[in-house]
C-alpha cells in the first residue's frame, strides 16, 4: 500500500469569478418597464437632448447643420419636380433633338439640385467634425469632473462605480449620435419632401412604402433593445474585468503577479470573465436573428406590393409614362429616405438608452455633491472639536468611528494609533470634512462642518494618507499639485529639500521638468521610499493650517524616516499636526497621544503617561520591541 503525497494529488481546479446579482433598483433593467411605443416617443426628447448638447459646444455649427437639412430637403424637392418636367418631352413624341432641347432646362434644374445636395453632404459633414470632438470632450470631462465632486462617501455607496461604468458607455455614445441625429433629420427631411411629391403624383404608393420600411424600423428598435439588455447585463463583468486588465497588466504590479505565480490564475479570470459576456450575446442571438427575419419577410412582401401597384398603373394606362418614370425616382429616393430614417432613427434611439444612463449618474452624483452650507473657515486654524462623533459606512453594521470626542489646538501634535480596522484613518476623514460624522459634531474654530463650504476646509489642509497617488507629471507638479506658490522653483526645492529628495531629484534625466511615469517615452521612475517622501513634500509645500500623515514613512530606510519626523517637530509650531502610525517609537514628538480601538477612543495622554499605564498601548509598544 502506497502513501499518496501532496505533489500527487490531483490540482485543485480554480475557482471561476463571483457571479454579481443585484437587488433593488438596479435588479431590473430600466427598459424592461417601459413600452415600445414609449421608447418611440421619446426619440424627440432625445434629439432635443442632443441638440441642446450641441449648441452650448457650437452653436454656428449647430445652425449650419439646420441649414444643411433644410437644403437637401428642398433639393430633394426641386430635383423630382425637375425630373417630372423632363420626363414629359424625354418620353413623348418627335425628334430626339428637339425632346432633348426641351427637356434640357430641366435637366439643368436636376443636375444643380443634385450638386447642391452633395455639397450641402459635405458642409453638413464639416459642421459635424466641429461639434462632435469637443462635445466627446466636454461629456468625458463632465463625468471626470462628477466623480470627482461628489461626497466621499458615495464611492462607498452599492452600485456606484457600476453606474459609473454604464455612463462610461453613453460617453463613447457622444462620438457618433451627432452626426446619427443629423442623419436622421436629413433623411426625414427628404421623405417628407419625396413622399408629398409621390403623394401628388399616386396617393396610393406612399402607404406601401410606408409599410415595406415600417417593418425594418420596428426590427432595428427592438434589436437595439435586446443591444441594451445584453449591455445592462453585462455592466458589472465588464467592470470587474476592466480592472482585472488593469491591476494585471501595470507594470508597477508585474513584480507581485510573476513572483506569486499569478499569471496563470488572473488570464483564467479573465478570459472566464470574457466568455461570461460573451455568452449573453450568444445567447441573444436567436433573439435578433428572428427579429432579422420577420421583419424582411414583412418589409419584403410589402416592397414587392408597391414595385406591382406602380407597374399595374403603368400598364392599365392609368398613369403616364412620364408620371411612371418620375414615380420610379420618386418610390427610390423615398424606399432610400426611409431606410437612412430607419437606420438611424434606431441609432439615435441606440443612443438614447446610454445617455439616459449618463445623465441618471450625472444626476445622481450632482445629489451626491456636497451641499453643506455657505460658512466658511480660514487660516489660522486654532481649535478643532469633536463632540461625539460616530460614523457608520454604507451597509455596514457596526460604526467606524464611534462617539468621539477630541480637542486639537494650533501647535499641538497629535499620535493616533491603534491596530488595523480601528477607525484611525476614518477619524481623519471626519477631521477634515471629506466625510460628515452621523451623529455628533466636527468643528474649525467653532464652525460646524455639516454647514461649511468644504472647499474652505480643503484649502486649509494638507494630507499624506496610507495609499498616494503616483501622478504621472512633471517632478514639479508632483510637489505643487498644479497650485504654484511662485513664480519659481525656490520653495519646490525648499519643500523637496525638507524630504531629503534634492539628490534624487537632481539625477533625474530632466530634474524638476521630468515626467514621473516610466510606461512613457522620456519618463523616469522613482522607489517606492521616495514616492513617499514626494508625498510629503507635497503637504509641506502646501503650508498648511492642519497637516495630517497617515502612515508617512512605511517605505522609507531609518535615516529617511528620522529626517521626516525631525521636520514635522520643526514646523509644527504653526498648525496642527497629526501622525497616524503603528511604530510607536515615532510617537514620541507628539504632545498627546490617542488610541482607537473599534471606533472608540479608549487611552490618551502622553508617551510616558501611556508606556506607564499598562494599558493597549505599553502593550503594542512591548510587541514592537520584542520583533
Same mark, same amino acid.
Given at each position: 500500500m502506497t502513501s499518496t503525497t501532496a505533489h500527487d494529488a490531483p490540482p485543485v481546479p480554480p475557482p471561476p469569478p463571483a457571479e454579481i446579482t443585484y437587488s433593488g433598483q438596479y435588479s431590473v433593467n430600466p427598459l424592461g418597464q417601459v413600452s415600445f411605443r414609449a421608447l418611440c416617443a421619446g426619440l424627440p426628447a432625445v434629439l432635443r437632448r442632443i441638440a441642446?448638447?450641441?449648441?452650448?459646444?457650437?452653436?454656428?455649427?449647430?445652425?449650419?447643420?439646420?441649414?444643411?437639412?433644410?437644403?437637401?430637403?428642398?433639393?430633394?424637392?426641386?430635383?423630382?419636380? @425637375?425630373?417630372? /418636367?423632363?420626363?414629359?418631352?424625354?418620353?413623348? =413624341?418627335?425628334?430626339? !433633338? #428637339? %425632346?432633348?432641347?426641351? +427637356?434640357?432646362?430641366?435637366?439643368i434644374v436636376v443636375a444643380a439640385a443634385s450638386a447642391v445636395t452633395r455639397a450641402t453632404v459635405a458642409v453638413a459633414a464639416y459642421a459635424e467634425r466641429r461639434i462632435t470632438p469637443r462635445l466627446t470632450t466636454a461629456t468625458d470631462s463632465a463625468l471626470v469632473e @462628477?466623480?470627482? /465632486?461628489?461626497?466621499?462617501?458615495?464611492?462607498? =455607496?452599492?452600485?456606484? !462605480? #457600476? %453606474?459609473?461604468?454604464? +455612463?462610461?458607455?453613453?460617453?463613447?455614445?457622444?462620438?457618433?449620435?451627432?452626426?446619427?441625429?443629423?442623419?436622421?433629420?436629413?433623411?426625414?427631411?427628404?421623405?417628407?419632401?419625396?413622399?408629398?411629391?409621390?403623394?401628388?403624383?399616386?396617393?396610393?404608393?406612399l402607404p406601401l412604402l410606408l409599410l415595406a420600411v415600417a417593418p425594418a424600423g420596428i426590427g432595428a428598435i427592438l434589436t437595439a433593445r435586446v443591444d441594451y439588455e445584453i449591455h445592462y447585463a453585462n455592466i458589472a463583468d465588464r467592470n470587474v474585468r476592466g480592472m482585472t486588465r488593469w491591476w494585471a497588466t501595470a507594470p508597477k504590479y508585474g513584480d507581485e503577479v510573476r513572483a506569486n505565480g499569478m499569471t496563470d490564475y488572473l488570464l483564467h479570470w479573465y478570459r472566464a470573465l470574457s466568455e461570461r459576456v460573451d455568452q449573453r450575446s450568444l445567447t441573444a442571438a436567436p433573439r435578433t436573428l428572428r427579429i432579422a427575419l420577420l421583419s424582411s419577410l414583412a418589409s419584403g412582401t410589402f416592397l414587392a406590393a408597391t414595385w406591382g401597384m406602380l407597374a399595374w398603373l403603368a400598364v392599365t394606362g392609368r398613369i403616364t409614362p412620364a408620371i411612371a418614370a418620375t414615380a420610379v425616382v420618386a418610390v427610390q429616393t423615398?424606399?432610400?429616405?426611409l431606410s437612412q430614417v430607419v437606420i438611424n432613427g434606431a441609432a439615435v434611439f441606440h443612443t438614447s438608452l446610454y445617455l439616459s444612463d449618463m445623465q441618471a449618474f450625472f444626476d445622481a452624483a450632482a445629489r451626491q455633491a456636497p451641499k453643506r452650507g455657505p460658512l466658511t473657515v480660514g487660516p489660522p486654524v486654532e481649535e478643532i472639536r469633536l463632540d461625539e462623533v460616530t460614523y457608520r459606512y454604507p451597509g455596514k453594521d457596526k460604526p467606524a468611528v464611534d462617539g468621539v470626542s477630541l480637542t486639537l489646538r494650533r501647535g499641538q501634535i497629535l499620535a493616533i494609533v491603534g491596530l488595523n480596522g480601528s477607525g484611525k484613518s476614518t477619524l481623519t476623514r471626519l477631521i477634515t470634512g471629506i466625510y460628515l460624522p452621523d451623529k455628533g459634531r466636527v468643528t474649525w474654530n467653532g464652525t460646524d462642518l455639516a454647514h461649511t463650504d468644504p472647499a474652505t476646509v480643503w484649502n486649509c489642509?494638507?494630507?499624506?494618507?496610507?495609499?498616494?497617488?503616483?501622478?504621472?507629471?512633471?517632478?514639479?507638479?508632483?510637489?505643487?499639485?498644479?497650485?504654484?506658490?511662485?513664480?519659481?522653483?525656490?520653495?519646490?526645492?525648499?519643500?523637496?529639500?525638507?524630504?531629503?529628495?534634492?539628490?534624487?531629484?537632481e539625477d533625474l534625466p530632466a530634474g524638476l521638468d521630468t515626467l514621473l511615469a516610466r510606461e512613457i517615452f522620456g519618463g523616469a521612475e522613482l522607489s517606492g521610499g521616495q514616492w513617499q517622501r514626494l508625498a510629503c513634500s507635497r503637504a509641506l509645500y502646501r503650508r498648511p493650517p492642519l497637516l495630517i500623515l497617515d502612515e508617512p514613512t512605511s517605505q522609507m530606510d531609518p535615516r529617511g524616516e528620522h529626517g521626516i519626523f525631525e521636520k514635522i517637530k520643526a514646523i509644527s509650531a504653526d498648525r496642527i499636526t497629526i501622525v497616524v502610525t503603528?511604530?510607536?517609537?515615532?510617537?514620541?514628538?507628539?504632545?498627546?497621544?490617542?488610541?482607537?480601538?473599534?471606533?472608540?477612543?479608549?487611552?490618551?495622554?502622553t508617551y510616558d503617561d501611556l508606556i506607564h499605564a499598562g494599558g493597549t498601548f505599553a502593550g503594542l509598544l512591548r510587541l514592537s520591541r520584542d520583533r
Open positions: 441642446a448638447m450641441a449648441w452650448r459646444i457650437d452653436h454656428r455649427a449647430v445652425l449650419l447643420l439646420l441649414a444643411c437639412q433644410l437644403i437637401t430637403g428642398v433639393s430633394a424637392a426641386v430635383l423630382l419636380a @425637375a425630373t417630372a /418636367r423632363a420626363m414629359r418631352p424625354v418620353l413623348g =413624341a418627335g425628334a430626339v !433633338s #428637339d %425632346r432633348l432641347h426641351e +427637356a434640357l432646362p430641366a435637366l @462628477a466623480v470627482c /465632486r461628489v461626497e466621499a462617501a458615495a464611492y462607498a =455607496a452599492d452600485g456606484f !462605480s #457600476d %453606474r459609473q461604468e454604464a +455612463a462610461e458607455m453613453g460617453v463613447t455614445r457622444t462620438h457618433v449620435m451627432v452626426m446619427d441625429a443629423q442623419r436622421f433629420m436629413s433623411a426625414l427631411i427628404k421623405l417628407i419632401t419625396a413622399g408629398g411629391v409621390l403623394s401628388v403624383l399616386n396617393p396610393l404608393m423615398t424606399l432610400a429616405a489642509t494638507g494630507l499624506v494618507p496610507q495609499i498616494f497617488a503616483q501622478w504621472p507629471l512633471r517632478a514639479r507638479e508632483n510637489v505643487t499639485l498644479g497650485q504654484p506658490r511662485s513664480h519659481d522653483d525656490r520653495e519646490v526645492w525648499d519643500a523637496v529639500d525638507a524630504v531629503g529628495m534634492r539628490e534624487a531629484v503603528h511604530r510607536l517609537e515615532n510617537t514620541k514628538i507628539a504632545d498627546h497621544i490617542i488610541v482607537m480601538e473599534q471606533g472608540r477612543l479608549t487611552e490618551q495622554g
